[in-house]
C-alpha cells in the first residue's frame, strides 16, 4: 500500500470504522504533546470514549526554538527547518508509543494516528511576499512519525482546506458539533488553547466557528518572563494586579478583532513584540497580567455577542479551563450564559482536541470529509490530511 494524499471530494463512501484511535496535538503554546487514545463505535460519530490521555513534555531547547519560529522570529536555514521537522515527528512518535504502551495496547491494535503537527506560519491570507499565495505550515513528518510508531498515520490536516480558499482552522467545529450539539439550546463551544476559538452550535442552523484572539499564549510569554514559569497557575499573578484601562483599549484597538469570520490567528499575530509596542513603559508586570487576561476573556465575550447572542451555554475545554481567573471573567461579561467545562458533558477539556485529530483520521480512512466550509470559508467540503501507512 502506497502513501496516498487524501483528496476526494465526494466524501460519504462508507461508515466510518470503528476500533482505537490515537490523536496527537502541540498548539499554539508548545506546552506539550497531548495524547489521547480513543474508543469510537461503529457507524456513529456520536459516541466515542477517552480511554487514556497523557501530555508529554517538550524537549526544552526543542520548545524554545518551536516558539521563536511560531512567533515570527527569523526564518532558519532550510537544513535546520528539514531537521526540526523530524525533530517534532519522532517526539510525536515517542508520545504516542508512550501512550499506547501505559494503556497496554499493541501500536497494530490502533487503526490510525492523527497527528496535527506543530505549526510554525499560518498565512490563510497570504504571506508578506506579494500576498497572493495563502499557506499553512505544520511540522512534524507524518511518514517518520508512522516509521517509527509502527502505526497508520494521517497528518497534514489543514493544508487541504487551505488550498480549497479556506483558512484551515479552527479544525475541532466538526467534531464538536458531532459530540456536543443539542437540539434544545444555543449552545458555544470554546476551546481556550493558546488562541481561543468558538464552534457556534445553534439548536437549529449552520455550525459556524473562529478564533476569537489570544487565550493564554501572551499569559504564558508574559508569566514565563516575569515569574520564570511557563504560565500562571490559576491566574494568581493576574488576580495580584489590576487592569489598566489605557492598555487594555490600545489591545483591543488591534485591527485583526473587527475581521468578520472566517478568521484563524496563531502567534505571528498575537506575541510579546506585539504586545510591547502597546506599553508605555513602568507598567507593573501583574497589571499587565491582569489586562492580558482581560483583553482573553473580553474578546471571547464580544465575539460570542456578535454572533450567536442567543447562546445560553458555552463548553469550554483547553488549558484555560484551569484558569479560574480566567473562566470567571469570561462569565462575568456573559451575564445569563452558563460557562462551564466540557468534562460535564464525557470530554475531558485537556484532551478534547487530541481526540478531535483521534477523530479526524478516522473520517479521513473513511473517506469523509473533516472540515466545515461554513467555517473555514473552503469551497466545499473536503477529505483532510496524507494518509501514510504503515506498510
Same mark, same amino acid.
Given at each position: ?78 537544513e ?7 525533530q ?54 507524518g ?26 482552522? #479552527? ?11 443539542? #437540539? ?43 515569574l520564570?514559569?511557563?504560565y ?15 492598555l ?11 475581521l ?53 451555554r ?45 477523530w ?6 473513511a ?25
Open positions: 500500500m502506497t502513501e496516498t494524499s487524501s483528496t476526494r471530494s465526494d466524501a460519504g463512501a462508507g461508515l466510518p470504522p470503528s476500533g482505537l484511535y490515537l490523536g496527537l496535538i502541540s498548539g499554539t503554546s508548545a506546552d506539550g504533546i497531548d495524547a489521547a487514545l480513543v474508543r469510537f463505535a461503529a457507524g456513529t460519530p456520536t459516541r466515542c470514549e477517552l480511554v487514556l490521555g497523557r501530555t508529554y513534555a517538550w524537549e526544552a531547547r526543542l520548545r524554545e526554538r518551536l516558539v521563536e519560529l511560531g512567533q515570527g522570529g527569523d526564518a532558519r536555514a532550510l535546520e527547518l528539514g531537521t526540526l521537522d523530524v517534532v515527528a519522532e517526539a510525536f512518535a515517542d508520545a504516542a508509543t508512550a501512550l499506547i504502551g501505559e494503556a497496554g495496547i499493541a501500536a497494530d491494535a490502533v487503526a490510525a494516528l492523527g497527528s496535527h503537527g506543530q505549526t510554525v506560519r499560518h498565512r490563510p491570507a497570504g504571506a508578506g511576499y506579494d500576498g497572493r499565495h495563502p499557506f499553512t505550515w505544520q511540522i512534524g513528518d511518514a517518520v512519525i508512522a516509521e517509527r510508531s509502527g502505526m497508520t498515520t494521517v497528518a497534514d490536516f489543514r493544508r487541504r482546506d487551505v488550498a480549497a480558499g479556506g483558512h484551515g482552522a #479552527p479544525l475541532m467545529p466538526a467534531f464538536h458539533a458531532a459530540l456536543l450539539h443539542d #437540539p434544545g439550546e444555543d449552545r458555544a463551544a470554546l476551546n481556550l488553547g493558546g488562541i481561543a476559538n468558538f464552534t457556534l452550535l445553534p439548536a437549529r442552523g449552520e455550525v459556524r466557528g473562529f478564533d476569537t484572539g489570544p487565550a493564554n499564549c501572551l499569559l504564558d510569554a508574559w508569566a514565563l518572563r516575569h520564570g514559569t511557563p500562571d497557575a490559576d491566574g494568581r499573578f493576574a488576580a495580584s494586579g489590576a487592569v489598566d484601562a489605557g487594555l483599549a490600545r489591545l483591543r484597538g488591534e485591527p485583526w478583532f473587527a468578520p469570520p472566517p478568521k484563524s490567528t496563531g502567534r505571528e499575530q498575537f506575541h510579546l513584540t506585539w504586545l510591547e509596542a502597546q506599553l508605555r513603559g513602568g507598567e507593573a508586570p501583574q497589571d499587565v497580567q491582569a489586562t492580558l487576561l482581560e483583553l482573553s476573556a473580553i474578546t471571547v465575550a464580544d465575539a460570542l455577542r456578535a454572533h450567536q447572542p442567543a447562546t445560553r458555552v463548553l469550554a475545554c483547553g488549558g484555560g479551563v484551569r484558569n479560574g481567573a480566567l473562566l470567571a471573567r469570561i462569565a462575568a461579561h456573559l451575564p445569563g450564559v452558563t460557562v462551564e467545562s466540557t468534562a460535564a458533558y464525557g470530554l475531558d477539556p485537556d484532551f478534547v482536541e487530541a481526540m478531535g485529530f483521534a479526524l483520521a478516522r473520517q479521513t480512512l473517506g469523509l470529509p473533516g472540515n466545515l466550509p461554513s467555517v473555514t470559508g473552503a469551497r466545499g467540503l473536503r477529505v483532510l490530511g496524507c494518509v501514510h501507512p504503515v506498510a
